[in-house]
Every structure is written in structure tokens, then in C-alpha cells.
């Protein structure tokens, strides 16, 4: 298969500077350098078609203009008390977050330590931080410190 030449051809904010390797699909990887300084290898593919356009500050630039003009954004930089429930309770600590793969809030597994851990963290403090071999035993664990912790926060 030919590969296309694109050494020094522009994509967005990347510059192609040279041909790396061929995929095992076929698709050929190009070291490029993008406008913000860093160097990446993309796929050609990627680059031609207008699929990737940067090393990932394209879509970081975006954001943070996007954040500039939100009124509502602006007006709750900086507050902390928008972490926080009225009790002092972190919102991150009863709320399951996208990467929650347990199912159960404050509870994760820790494939460095092949354990599960339990945590809960309260007025900015952990609670419970503890590693158990068993899942049931960390759901356990953390349904307990929310009996004591998160009910007399409530109440």
C-alpha cells in the first residue's frame, strides 16, 4: 500500500514532520507538532479527514472561551460553597460520579492494590479510607460511616 506524503502540510493547528510507523489497519502514524509546542503522533487518517486538528489544546482553548462568556460560570468561580451541601457535606461524597464503576458512591477498585476501597471524606477530612480484598465488606464499611457521619451532618 502507497503511503500519502503529507511531511509539512498543515492540519488545523499540527504540522506533519514525519512518516513513523503503519498501523496494523493500515493507517500510517505521523509525528506532528502542534502550535502550542507539543509533538504528537497521530493518524493520518485522523489529520486528512479533520478528525483531530491538534495535540488536545484545540479543545482546551475552546473550553476555557466558552467558561469566559458563561455568566452563570463566572459568578460561581472561586466558591467553595458550591462543593459543599448546606450541612458541610461535599457533594462529591454522596453524589456517584461518570467514572463510578462499583455502583456505589465512595466506593471504587484499586487495581494497583487489587482491592476495594472505601472512602468518605467530611469538612474536608477522610473519614473512612480503607482497603478491603471483599466489595461487600467496603460497601459495608462506607454504608456504616454514612449512618454516623452523613446522619448527624443531617440532623
Not at 488545523?12 to 498501523?23: D, M, T
Not at 482546551?60 to 467558561?67: A, H, L, M, P, W
Not at 462543593?83 to 462499583?102: E, F
Not at 449512618?147 to 443531617?154: D, G, N, P, V
Request: proline share 0%; aromatic share 10%.
Amino acid at each position: 500500500m502507497q503511503r500519502i506524503d503529507i511531511t509539512n502540510q498543515r492540519f488545523g493547528r499540527l504540522i506533519a514532520i514525519r512518516f513513523v510507523e503503519r498501523k496494523s489497519n493500515g493507517n500510517a502514524i505521523w509525528e506532528c507538532a502542534c502550535d502550542c509546542g507539543k509533538v504528537k503522533n497521530i493518524d493520518s487518517y485522523a489529520l486528512r479527514k479533520g478528525i483531530t486538528q491538534s495535540c488536545g489544546c484545540l479543545k482546551i482553548d475552546s473550553v476555557k472561551e466558552r467558561y469566559k462568556t458563561n455568566e452563570k460560570f463566572q459568578s460561581n468561580v472561586g466558591n467553595a460553597d458550591n462543593l459543599r451541601r448546606s450541612d458541610g457535606v461535599y457533594w462529591a461524597s454522596v453524589t456517584k460520579g461518570k467514572k463510578n464503576k462499583s455502583g456505589v458512591v465512595g466506593v471504587s477498585f484499586d487495581e494497583s492494590k487489587n482491592k476495594w476501597t472505601a472512602r468518605l471524606m467530611v469538612d474536608g477530612k477522610y473519614v473512612l479510607l480503607q482497603d478491603f480484598y471483599d466489595f461487600d465488606e467496603a460497601v459495608d464499611a462506607r454504608k456504616a460511616s454514612e449512618l454516623i457521619y452523613l446522619k448527624s451532618k443531617a440532623g
